[in-house]
């Protein structure tokens, strides 16, 4: 799929009791028709979702990165019960703030 390309890495800091977690990093390279760098930034801007910067950004990327693979594999049976739920979802984030009922 041709459009924007990124390299999406994960380094371990710390386990859920704060030790140091001693894993490798994990790291690979992706294709968004989006530019994700630009989503992260207009969500940290958007004052009513409140989520504070790195939130903000978790949000952006794990988004961009499961929708991607949504809509490459969209056939898939496994993704049949979130279409509808997700589409009208992803056109609420896009509305912002306004009229949503």
Sequence with gaps: MAGYRYRITVEPLADKNGQPLEKPSLSFEIDN?????????????????????????????????FSEVMLEYRKHPLFAPLRDPFRAFMLALKKGPGDQA
């Design 33 to 65: 028709h989006d530019e994700i760098l630009g989503i992260v930034e207009r969500l940290q801007g958007r004052e009513d979702l409140a989520f504070g910067a790195e939130k903000s950004a978790a949000f952006a990327v794990g988004l961009k990165l």
